[in-house]
């Protein structure tokens, strides 16, 4: 399958109505969302409340990997910079790093650590350093959550508000989403230089700097699908009010395939008790989907697309 370029499609523009998706997305609660879709071509295998909006905990650190692999492809920055521990940045909550205030942690060290550990605290330094290096004068790591829902809106996730980089229910307002809108971000995330890398680790040796000393840490990917039936990727997530959730995606090769082909389907699942196993047979599902897809000459016709190929 050749590389192509793709632009993301919406028919619907962003509205201001977040408040009352939130209160949907309460009431979504004992629901799941499913979406199964095709990477190259964006192609929807199967899907289940797609459009549901409610919370996606962790999947958030997506949007926030994605903002800083953007900000180092610009040239504003190097996974090698240090950056130093607020306080603010260890209120919150999951801290697998054990991160204290006052220690410096390497972007690129945060990035593994958010993505692979789902380490909050990382998260969070990361949305203030990045944040106030933005080009334009961007002071805060509120700035950081400005420039997260602009790539929602520029994606056409018309469903989508972040209120944080790391994705834990705060007391005030909440983050919310849909399964669909995730999808987007995920085939987004994957076309970023070096984002796979960051996600697909099952286990990292790390370390970040406490005064003179070095401190190690050994950070274990959640994900434990990952190496399994060509699974690489990508996103944990849970909270109280999202339930369990997991992007998942993996790759394939098919009979009579080029040299260097390879296929690529992503799972979304919002609220899946034992998120794991059912994802392995979405994954499944998808590829016999995507068999007969290919088989039938790819037709474009009668079938729902997260995103259409440039001509």
Known sequence: MKKQKFIVISSFLMTCAFVGSVMTAEAAEGTRSIVVSGF???????????????????????????IVLKWIEEGHGKPSDLMTVSTTALKGGANQMGLQAGDQVAVETALYAAMMASDNASAAVLAEYVGERFPGGLESGDSFVEKMNGLAVGMGMNQTKFVNPHGLDSDGSLGVSTARDISLLAIHAISKNGFLKICSEKKKQVSFLRGNETVQVTLKNTNSLLGRDGVDGMKTGTTRRSGPCLIATATKTFPGDEPGDTHRIISVTLNVDDRFEKSAEFLEEGWKEYDRWLKMGRPEEGRQHLRKAKK
Request: proline share 4%.
């Open 40 to 66: 190259e071509t964006g192609i929807v295998f199967e899907e289940e409340n797609a459009d549901m909006p409610r919370q996606v905990a962790s999947l958030t650190k997506v949007a926030t990997a994605v």
